[in-house]
């Protein structure tokens, strides 16, 4: 068993392996069907993360602004799809979220985008988006990851500043970028 100390103080003992999303269940049905990413022991975790040492679990909302983060990333990877869909080469830098959305840099290469490609982008994301497919944090190694993008100039520069072993993607759809995490669940309403 383990102890998971919530934001309120009090303690509560689960099966090792207990995920954010099961100790949110716990608690309510309510509160599951609302809960977007997790934060355990002061570090972001998936709400399908296995948690298998005592810890302080904080599930987070849209209500919340680490809730609203986990959004806005999710979409970043939803876009970043979509644009790879349209414009084969391009070249993905980083895709945060910030206060109010997210934003991808992004090198087009010989693609051309105007105003006129918007729509069809952004259809693409919403139907990407209605499929609900799961975004999964899998770990990779510097050398796996160096060799993926070693086409890309930009993702190269900020593998090589990372230390073996901290390393992980988030594969979605069709879709795997080098990612840290904080994703909503597959079955979350948006």
């Known amino acids: ?11 509560k003992e689960f099966v090792k392996s207990t995920t954010p999303m099961d100790v949110a269940k ?3 049905e309510g509160l599951a069907r609302n809960v977007i990413s997790a934060s355990f022991n002061g570090s972001t975790v998936e709400t399908s993360t296995p ?3 005592d810890g302080s679990l904080i599930l987070f909302t849209w209500n ?40 991808y840099d992004v090198d087009f290469e010989n693609h051309r985008i105007t105003d006129a490609d918007f729509k069809k982008i952004e259809d693409r994301v919403l139907e990407i988006s209605r499929e609900k497919h799961e975004f999964k944090l899998r770990p990779v190694s510097k050398a796996e990851a160096l060799e ?10 900020l593998i090589t500043n990372l230390e073996d072993g901290t390393i ?12 840290r995490g904080g994703h909503i669940p ?5």
């Open 1 to 11: 068993m383990i102890k998971i100390t919530l934001p309120d103080g009090s303690v």
């Open 26 to 28: 716990s608690i309510s």
């Open 51 to 53: 948690l298998t040492t």
């Open 64 to 103: 919340d602004a680490e809730g609203k983060k986990a959004f806005w990333h999710s979409t970043s990877h939803v876009m970043a799809q979509a644009l790879e869909e349209f414009y084969p080469g391009i070249k993905l830098t980083l895709g945060p979220a910030i206060a109010n959305g997210f934003y």
């Open 148 to 157: 993926i993008y070693k086409d890309n100039v930009y993702k190269t520069e």
């Open 168 to 179: 992980t993607f988030c594969d979605h759809s069709t879709f795997s970028d080098l990612c």
């Open 186 to 190: 597959k079955y979350w309403n948006y």
